[in-house]
């Protein structure tokens, strides 16, 4: 559909694999959801989150009416994550073209940041 491939995808009731990929604790039961994830780490050099949401947004962009029809067909949830573990206090700003972007994916955005 979208040619994209995951970081991560398995779907319910399939039993986990043996090894681990965080953050996803595997266990010998067989999910109870199925999971598509598009993650940054591996392709973004930054520590920069701007950078990170820049980065799928290039990804699912382009296919975006494709995208929000296939969720809304599949009564799919779906959301927008950006997990972020700073030292120190951090300034995040969006600009509007990405805010407009993330928009026009009509998905919710959780932003998910952790302080040491």
């Not at 959801?33 to 780490?41: G, I, M, N, V």
């Not at 799919?76 to 950006?82: F, G, I, Q, T």
Request: hydrophobic share 40%.
């Amino acid at each position: 559909m979208l040619r994209i491939i995951p970081s991560v995808a398995f779907k319910r009731g399939e039993t986990p694999r043996n090894e681990p990929l965080a953050p996803f604790t595997w266990t010998s039961e067989a999910w109870d959801h199925s999971l598509w994830s598009l993650e940054s780490d591996s392709h973004v050099r930054s520590t920069n989150l701007v950078d990170d949401v820049e980065w799928p947004l290039q990804q699912h962009y382009p296919g975006k009416d494709i995208l929000r029809a296939y969720i809304s067909e599949s009564e799919l949830e779906a959301d927008v994550l950006c997990f972020l573990s700073v030292q120190s206090q951090v300034v995040v700003r969006l600009e509007l073209d990405v805010l407009e972007r993330l928009v026009a994916l009509a998905l919710p955005i959780d932003f998910d940041i952790y302080g040491s």
